[in-house]
């Protein structure tokens, strides 16, 4: 679709749509100097990022003091690793002018640099302060597809970053668009050098909006997907999978890509960490449904809750030494009850081996008791005549004694039943020692008689 040519550089037009915009890149101006759209995009991104991101630092069990210390390192890291990837590779643009190095507010930030140098910076204080990576990295890329959704609108603002020409209904064009590619398909251009044909009467693939609105999608994907996890580092492996094969189409359809040759670097970069995600993936797909068991979220570990039980109490103002006798009394405290569970069942062990000997040795006692009460019953039932060799009542006391000779002996081979039955038993026995007593002497007296 061919369009008429727009002389005012901040007009946008959607001509399929029938939209059109006028924005002017520089949003307001402090004491001379401008503040442009452009930063302030991508300091929203940041903060929405943040916001999202630092609440739910400890689903990830990590500590959001430690971990607030990386985020803030990881974004500094990030800002100077794109505008570096950005300089390095367009050096003859930049050669020795600081000036216009630090200058950002038109532009010039490479994603992957910035990704690199969040990365880095990130993982060196990670591990100063003690925060395990691959958590903290599952967590980021929440923020960084919030950020790269967000940031790149302020691409659409500056009129960057735009794609070749095409008759899609989504096709854009303006000002400074037509601009850029009346200067740049000049000879000695950057698209004429790359061999990138193109008309300025024509319209443009918004590839700002194509990335804008992957990489939103992305974030709803993946924060859904984060309670759904099975390992650490799972998020960042989809995050690589994912934006990897969105940039790897848009890069082609760009017209500002950095080559080294005829290769763009981005679309190179991008297929590489598409490739070694899915590998990964799949590996670890195989390894989780084998042995599910040997892999354990960070969140879950005992390490992940002291350490921040420990920043809680620090919160709370406690010294360092309370601080490290509240983390070891929750040790010890579970250790205690434990022990105490133990304590208590060698008790209930022990009670029960102490009550049976006590129950049985007294049915014996009694027994023996009953027994020696019976020989002493038979000794003084001796004969007053020495004629007499036996008398016929001190045989049945013998039957008797005999008996319950055996019944103690039957009592010591079969173990109580239960207290209640050996009490009633015993009772019983005594009471029978006593009836055979009286019934002796009755027998004595009637015989002196």
């Known amino acids: 679709m061919e369009v008429e040519r727009i002389s005012d550089v901040t007009e946008i037009s959607f001509p399929k749509l029938g939209w059109t ?37 400890r689903r990830f069990g990590l500590d959001l003091d430690r971990a607030a210390d990386a985020v803030i390192g990881g974004v500094i890291g990030g800002i100077i690793g794109a505008r570096l990837y950005y300089v390095i590779w367009k050096w003859e643009d930049y050669a020795w002018d600081w000036k216009a190095i630090v200058n950002t507010r038109n532009g010039g930030l490479a994603i992957y640099g910035g990704i690199i140098g969040a990365i880095a910076v990130g993982l060196l204080i990670c591990k100063f302060r003690k925060v395990k990576y691959l958590p903290m990295l599952d967590v980021t890329v929440l923020g960084l597809l ?37 200067s740049q398909t000049q000879i000695g251009g950057d698209m004429y050098n790359s061999g990138i044909i193109m008309k ?77 995600s899915v590998i990964i993936q799949i590996v670890m797909f195989f390894r989780i449904r084998r042995d599910p068991e040997s892999y354990e979220l960070y969140c879950s570990t005992e390490e992940s809750r002291l350490l921040i039980e420990e920043s809680r109490r620090k919160r709370l103002g406690l010294s360092a030494e309370d601080i490290k006798i509240g983390a070891d009394d929750d040790d010890e405290g579970d250790f205690d009850d434990d022990d105490e569970s133990a304590f208590d069942d060698d008790e209930d062990d022990g009670s029960d081996d102490d009550t049976s000997p006590e129950e049985d040795g007294g049915s014996d006692d009694g027994d023996e008791s009953d027994d020696d009460a019976a020989e002493e019953d038979n000794d003084s039932d001796e004969p007053v005549s020495p004629d007499d060799d036996s008398d016929p009542e001190e045989g049945s006391l013998e039957e008797q004694a005999s008996g319950d000779d055996e019944s103690g002996e039957n009592d010591e081979s079969d173990e109580p039943a239960a207290e209640d039955d050996q009490d009633e038993s015993a009772e019983s026995d005594e009471n029978d020692d006593i009836k055979e007593e009286n019934a002796e002497e009755d027998d004595e007296n009637g015989t002196d008689n």
């Not at 924005?23 to 995009?41: E, K, R, S």
């Not at 929203?44 to 943040?50: P, Q, V, W």
């Not at 999202?52 to 630092?57: D, E, I, K, S």
């Open 21 to 57: 915009f006028h924005i002017d890149p520089t949003a307001f101006t402090v004491f001379g100097l401008q503040v442009q759209w452009y930063g302030i995009i991508i300091t929203l991104g940041m903060i929405l990022a943040f916001v999202y991101c630092l609440p739910r630092l």
């Open 146 to 182: 919030i950020g790269q959704g967000v940031g790149r609108w302020g691409n659409f603002v500056n009129q960057e970053a735009f794609g070749t020409n095409t008759d899609f209904f989504l096709g854009m064009t303006g000002g400074r668009i037509q601009d850029t590619i009346i």
């Open 200 to 276: 300025w009467e024509e319209t443009v693939h918004p590839c700002f909006l194509y990335e804008s609105l992957w990489c939103l999608l992305g974030f709803v994907i993946l924060s859904w997907f984060s309670k759904r996890r099975k390992y650490d580092g799972q998020l960042l492996l989809m995050y690589m999978a994912w934006y990897g094969a969105e940039r790897f189409v848009v890069e082609g359809l760009r017209t500002d890509s950095l080559y080294i040759g005829n290769i763009r670097v981005s679309q190179a970069v991008s297929a590489i960490i598409f490739v070694v």
